[in-house]
Structure formats: structure tokens, C-alpha cells
């Protein structure tokens, strides 16, 4: 949206909204042979399924003085976003050690979530210097912060519930920066 007050001001507002839903389901089987003897062979099941939106917008102010290429503007930003979702994976895989077939299985529930957001401010000056050529100084300063969730659970053969923490596979991070550039 453009807004202009009077000829030397005016506003120009800019929005936009993503969204966003994915899924994925993969089931793969192999195996691996010398002749007619099985070396290896794996199976496994997976799902993920995610879903999340970014939203962002800017306002931004110019003001054109009356000195030709003489103008001032000044730019605010902002926004979030999410990344939420879970996962499973189910998978077997055996392998020949020394003559004996061996059998592993991993049977595991994973959460993921993310919120993030972000502003600015972005200051431009711009004057006309001789016939030819003009001078530009601009200040920016941006702030971001983002976040992270993610746990995975094995399955718990005691219990029968996804109750073990895989360690390995879970974090939990806060980030923010903040970036200024003239």
C-alpha cells in the first residue's frame, strides 16, 4: 500500500505472509549379497510431517526536500516465524559378523519446533553533489533471534512408550543477533 500525504511525503507499506505444509513418507528396502549368501540387508519406515508460516512487513517514510536529490528515508521492519513438526522411524537391518546374522532395530518419535523473529531500521540519506553525482549514507541496523526445539524419543521396550531421550539427536538452542552496517 502507498500513502501520500502531500508531494515531498510518503508512506509504502509491504506485507507478506507464507505458509507452508509438507509431508514425507519413505519406506525403503535393501539388502546386500555375495552369490547367493546375505552379506546385509535394512529396512525402514519413515514419516515426517511439518507445517509453519513467515511472516514479515516493512514501513517505509521518504521525504523529498525541495533541494533537488536532497531525500531522507527511514525504513522499519519486522516479522516471525515458525517451523513446527514431528517424525518416527522404524527401521531393522541386519548383517552377517563372522558367520552369525546379526538383527539391530531402531523404532524412534522426533519433535521439532522453531520460532524465530526479527526487526530493522534502515536510515538513507541521499544529496546531489555538482552535476553529476550524488552522495548516499545509509545506517542499518537489524536484530534477529531464533528458537530451536528438537527431541527425539526411543521406543522404551520396558514401558511401551517413547520415553528413552536420544541425546544425540535432541537440542535446544536460543540464538540472536544483532548485525549494524553503515
Known sequence: MVYSPSRTNSFVWRPTLRLQSNELDELLTGNTMLLDQELNSTTSDAYQ??????????????HRFDKFGRTLSVNFSGGANTNNGGSSLLATNSFLQRGVLLTDSLDQLGDQNSLGYN????????????RRNQL???????????????????????????DLLDTALSSLSTNGYLTQRI
Open 119 to 130: 526487526v530493522g531500521t534502515t536510515v538513507s540519506f541521499t544529496e546531489t553533489i555538482g
Open 136 to 162: 548516499s549514507l545509509e545506517s542499518r541496523t537489524t536484530y534477529r533471534s531464533d528458537n530451536a526445539d528438537r527431541s527425539t524419543e526411543l521406543y522404551n521396550e520396558v514401558t511401551g512408550q517413547y
Open 49 to 62: 510431517d511439518r507445517t509453519g508460516f513467515n511472516y514479515n512487513q516493512s514501513l517505509l517514510w521518504r
